[in-house]
T-cell receptor
Framework: DGGITQSPKYLFRKEGQNVTLSCEQNLNHDAMYWYRQDPGQGLRLIYYSQIVNDFQKGDIAEGYSVSREKKESFPLTVTSAQKNPTAFYLC???????????FGSGTRLTVV | QKEVEQDPGPLSVPEGAIVSLNCTYSNSAFQYFMWYRQYSRKGPELLMYTYSSGNKEDGRFTAQVDKSSKYISLFIRDSQPSDSATYLCAMSDGGGGNKLTFGTGTQLKVEL
């Protein structure tokens, strides 16, 4: 079945550490997105990519980095510069025809 | 003021009730409107998609868009306990990247 796979489901990060969240899709979608979800704040856009080897900052890109070397993959690195990384991270993809996103099941990141 | 406003609830209704969920927005450029359902600790799933103004029906769900009032609604008929979830509205101006702006979500509980 086609879909988006995010891993790991739960991730714990120590202070000062960089961690990478995986996002893989087999939907043949061109566009991919990373959102962060916090209680009471809704989903906020971190980065997005419309095509391989190209990506743009979203509203809250500081402390995060991404790459898009393959159409299927859009990993997100949470760097030590991100001061408040504890959140639920969601990856999504879209066909480019404005029909809405398909989301992965999310990664819950906790700083310990 | 947020671009998209959504009452967070929680909203509790008896099984079989008609549920009305709403969002207001301030950006008149929005023309693509979506409703997502999110179960606890899961990624959102697309329920309804509407372009511009009007109504759209799919089974027990009806989405309405009133662009003149900048107001969108989702109606759920014959609500079931399995409808208990958080409902997110989302919208886009269809521009570069098709970035979605989300409401904060309304938590719904349908009780037996």
């Amino acid at each position: 079945d086609g879909g988006i796979t995010q891993s790991p489901k739960y991730l714990f990060r120590k202070e000062g550490q960089n961690v990478t969240l995986s996002c893989e899709q087999n939907l043949n979608h061109d566009a991919m997105y990373w959102y962060r979800q916090d209680p009471g704040q809704g989903l906020r856009l971190i980065y997005y990519s419309q095509i391989v080897n190209d990506f743009q900052k979203g509203d809250i890109a500081e402390g995060y980095s991404v790459s898009r070397e393959k159409k299927e993959s859009f990993p997100l690195t949470v760097t030590s510069a991100q001061k408040n990384p504890t959140a639920f991270y969601l990856c999504a993809s879209e066909t480019g025809k404005r029909y809405g996103y398909t989301f992965g099941s999310g990664t819950r990141l906790t700083v310990v | 003021q947020k671009e998209v406003e959504q009452d967070p609830g929680p909203l509790s209704v008896p099984e079989g009730a008609i549920v009305s969920l709403n969002c207001t927005y301030s950006n008149s450029a929005f023309q693509y409107f979506m409703w997502y359902r999110q179960y606890s600790r899961k990624g959102p799933e697309l329920l309804m998609y509407t372009y511009s103004s009007g109504n759209k029906e799919d089974g027990r769900f009806t989405a309405q868009v009133d662009k003149s009032s900048k107001y969108i609604s989702l109606f759920i008929r014959d609500s079931q306990p399995s409808d208990s979830a958080t409902y997110l509205c989302a919208m886009s101006d269809g521009g570069g990247g098709n970035k979605l702006t989300f409401g904060t979500g309304t938590q719904l509980k349908v009780e037996l």
